[in-house]
């Protein structure tokens, strides 16, 4: 039998029989010899609850519903939870044990019912503050940051002390508002209490908040201000480069983490892998297959073969790419349009169309990345027809509502093939005409075709979306060029100088 079902079925005979004692019902015979042989069959899997049909003292029933609590916020069981919560109103149970408030609280928080976490929290008569980081907790996992902070005061202006989770917590909100001056604020009250100390957990919430917040240089100086470095910091480090760009530094990151003796994991190739893309890092980028393979991590991670075809196609190694596709045990919608993205990247349309097809014959449905890669090799090829079918068949086949990229991909289909108002008729049916690539578009097909009133048209729009980007200024001064307008393609040139428009 597998070990995982073991357990399962352990817990679950268990919990049934702790269930029984919690509501005060009667055991049955097969229940409690069910319970018994789970008992002595569980190998130190479990702890088994008493298999008995009498009543738990009450101090135990609280504690053994704590326990089970927290096993369903883990697992984000709500139903569970809730029919537990029925157990704690109908024994008057809340404000009885301390952790039973707290741990009702943490369940709706991590289930995203912030809702009936705040109620229950209202209930309480003692607010402790494990209590209050857990509704702290909800609020920043679920986008809530100023309701976040406001606990965070509330609980504060009520002489209650943060502890180091309840400041993890708090810079999470931080790292999503991207508030760096709050962060700043925060470290400094942190480092005030002396909580950073040995407390990893702590640093690495830090180093998150200053990279989400633009400020990659102040976390590196937390990162080297930890007494020590695990994975998950060297992670978010690593991660943090790869996002601002900084390749060379998240590439250094990696060789030193594994000079530490760290090991790599799912999180860290995920992150290092695009960066090997991205500078064009083959041999690297081979020597992490390499070890992929060695370590069996392929045929365990869907997510890790997708990133390695991603990589091996921005480095134009499409055999090697494709032959990643081809070994992975699983080829799911991801790993399919990392490969056809691969291929209409580098101008293999044939093998785009063709994989395409395959695609759809495994029974996997297009996503909104497919039909951007299909778009986009249509307009490339000049395939006006091709294009408007995918198009319709996004929404009437596959349900899909067409984003601003795919209009964008339909204007400068239109636009390539000169068919300039087909192309301002999508641009009018955009959900937004505040889109700086799909006017940028248009203005390149204007540049093809020399068609001067378009192109001031899409130009006026363009400078108001973004007056410092170089290549609309650059558009519409060679299309005053073409149509010898000199003197109005020199005012263009000295509007970008003064706008600071660079390349």
């Excluded at 943490?106 to 402790?128: P, T």
Aim: some cysteine; charged content about 20%; aromatic content about 10%.
């Amino acid at each position: 039998m597998n070990i995982s079902n073991v357990k399962n079925t352990c817990r679950l005979g268990l919990e049934a029989n702790c269930y029984y004692s919690l509501t005060g019902l009667k055991t049955n015979d097969f229940i409690e010899n069910h319970c018994s042989s789970l008992h002595e069959g569980k190998q130190g899997l479990v702890r088994a609850a008493p298999a008995t049909d009498s009543l738990l003292p009450k101090s135990e029933k609280d504690a053994a519903l704590v326990v089970f609590l927290k096993d369903c916020a883990r697992q984000k069981d709500l139903y569970r939870g809730s029919r537990l919560h029925a157990i704690v109103i109908r024994k008057g149970s809340l404000n009885l044990h301390h952790n039973l408030g707290s741990s009702l609280v943490n369940l709706y928080a991590k289930c995203g019912k912030l809702a009936a976490a705040q109620q229950v929290f209202e209930e309480l008569v003692q607010r402790d503050v494990v209590a209050w980081t857990a509704l702290i907790t909800g609020y920043a996992q679920h986008g809530h940051g100023e309701k976040a902070f406001s606990c965070f005061y509330g609980m504060q202006s009520i002489g209650l002390v943060p502890n180091a989770v309840t400041f993890a917590c708090i810079l999470k909100a931080c790292a999503n508002m991207g508030s760096a001056e709050r962060g700043i604020a925060l470290h400094t009250e942190i480092m005030r209490k002396g909580l950073l100390g040995d407390d990893i957990v702590l640093g690495n919430a830090l180093m998150d908040m200053y990279f989400k917040s633009g400020l990659p240089f102040k976390a590196k100086e937390v990162f080297d201000e930890l007494p020590f470095h695990d994975v998950v910091s060297w992670n978010a480090l690593i991660s943090g480069y790869a996002q601002f760009e900084c390749n060379e530094d998240a590439l250094d990151c990696f060789e030193k983490m594994q000079q530490e003796g760290l090991s790599p994991d799912p999180v860290t190739l995920l992150s290092i892998l695009p960066v090997c893309g991205s500078r064009g890092a083959t041999e690297k980028g081979i020597r992490i297959h390499a070890k992929l393979i060695k370590e069996g991590l392929l045929e365990e991670d869907c997510a890790i073969g997708t990133a390695l075809i991603n990589m091996y196609a921005k480095c134009g190694v499409l055999t090697k790419a494709h032959c990643v596709f081809l070994s992975v045990p699983v080829q799911d919608v991801a790993t399919w349009n990392a490969i056809i993205a691969g291929y209409a990247d580098v101008g293999k349309h044939d093998f785009v169309f063709i994989l395409f097809s395959e695609m759809i014959g495994e029974g996997i449905d297009p996503t909104v990345i497919t039909f951007v890669s299909l778009l986009n090799v249509c307009s490339q090829l000049g395939l006006v027809d091709d294009g408007c079918a995918y198009f319709k068949s996004m929404h009437i086949r596959y349900g899909i509502i067409p984003t601003l990229e795919h209009y964008t991909c339909m204007v400068d289909l239109y636009g390539r093939a000169g068919c300039f108002e087909r192309a301002m008729e999508t641009i009018e049916e955009m959900p937004s005409l505040d889109y700086l690539p799909a006017w940028s578009a248009l203005l390149g097909a204007c540049r093809k075709w020399e068609n001067v009133n378009i192109g001031m048209f899409a130009y006026q729009h363009a400078i108001q979306l973004d007056r410092k980007t170089a290549v609309v200024y650059t558009y519409m001064r060679d299309i005053f060029m073409a149509a010898g307008m000199d003197e109005h393609a020199n005012k263009i040139e000295t509007m970008r100088l003064a706008n600071e428009a660079w390349w």
